[in-house]
């Protein structure tokens, strides 16, 4: 009797680049995966009123091959692409386990001592090729065999062959937060780092949340304005689409009739790392308030682009906006908390 073929087999030659792009998503335990002919979807969510995802395309991949699941009989409708939930912190961790032998990796561990079984690989390893001085790429392959099937991902490098299966599971209803993609109010496209300066420098006040307000383009001098206020203060950071320079911080802007909107503050920072990663962002405003901010990060070290001249992908956040009063409600329950305390 013939065995389906596994549903996925993706392989790569930087397990140390995969860490970086999932690293851009917000904590959570466990994250949506889907798998389909196109790439892999990994995606996080709070409460309904954040997302975050990325999408792994499988031009960033040296193989890629996807066999869609086949129903029990031919008169059966076509079954669904793949959707499970794993453990994130476990695939991170997994991923960062395979990195160590990694050179370039090192100052992506923030100087966190590794365990004990990741001090057993890099002793194997050193034993075998020198890590700190000279580096084979080693190959990194994900592969979901059927429904319920654990994840593997298998490392090979130097001869030593290393699998971890991940356990996944059925997964939670996922809402996805609709973005009205014809229907914009305002939409804008950065450097990734100055939108990154202005939350840091937005932060230092602690604030509960954070508003973006942008001028009509027909404005004299368009601009889109981030405050935030909160117990130590406030403050705003503009940026102006008229500036002499010849490499204007925004570098496209559209607004038909000008845009407010708030939002959580946390929500925000929640998606620093993938400012920290990305070169650009594409700030977005529906009509409807909510914000999606898109980035474009630059991948090295896997496969696409032809003529070896790079690849990139996508992280995006969606973020649903505060009801006007739901921030001075939330900062009323914390006096109360504190001061029952």
């Keep these: 009797m013939a065995t389906d073929p596994p549903i996925l087999t993706a392989t790569t030659p930087s397990a140390r680049q ?3 792009l999932l690293r851009c998503l917000p904590s959570a335990q466990k994250s949506h995966i889907r798998i389909s002919e196109q790439g892999i979807r990994i995606a996080t969510e709070e409460g309904s009123i954040t997302e975050a995802f990325v999408f ?3 031009a960033l991949f040296t193989t890629y091959t996807y066999a869609a699941p086949t129903p029990a009989s031919s008169q ?5 692409a793949p959707h499970f939930q794993i ?3 476990a695939l991170l961790e997994t991923l960062n386990i395979f990195t160590l032998s990694d050179p370039t990796a090192s100052s992506s561990s923030g100087g966190k001592a590794p365990d004990a079984f990741a001090s057993h690989r890099l002793a194997r390893h050193a034993g075998l090729n020198n890590p700190f001085t000279s580096h084979t790429a080693g190959l990194c392959t994900l592969s979901y065999e059927r429904e319920g099937a654990p994840l593997q991902i298998h490392m090979s490098e130097s001869g030593v062959a290393t699998t971890s299966s991940l356990t996944t599971f059925l997964p939670d209803s996922l809402t996805e937060i609709p973005f009205a993609r014809d229907a914009i109010a305002m939409k804008t496209i950065l450097r990734s780092s100055a939108l990154s300066e202005a939350v ?3 932060s230092s006040f602690n604030p509960e949340s954070l508003t973006l307000s942008a001028t009509a383009s027909s404005h004299t001098n368009p601009t889109l304005t981030l405050s935030a206020s909160g117990a130590l203060g406030s403050a705003a950071v503009a940026f102006i689409t008229a500036t002499p320079s010849d490499t204007p911080v925004l570098e496209t802007y559209t607004c038909p009739s000008g ?15 993938a400012m920290g990663a990305a070169a650009k962002v594409s700030i977005r405003i529906d009509a409807e308030g909510v914000l999606c901010l898109q980035f474009l990060v630059e991948v090295e070290g896997l496969a696409g682009g032809d003529g070896g001249g790079g690849a990139h992908t ?6 649903v906006p505060l009801v006007d009063g739901e921030v001075d409600e939330e900062s009323e329950d914390g006096e109360s908390s504190s001061e029952g305390d």
């Design 18 to 20: 995969l860490l970086s």
């Design 56 to 58: 792994l395309d499988k």
């Design 76 to 80: 059966d409708d076509a079954l669904p």
């Design 87 to 89: 453990s994130l912190p």
């Design 200 to 202: 840091s420098e937005l």
């Design 259 to 273: 845009a407010r909107a708030s939002f959580k503050f946390s929500l925000i920072k929640a998606a620093q790392r």
């Design 314 to 319: 996508f992280v995006e956040f969606r973020v």
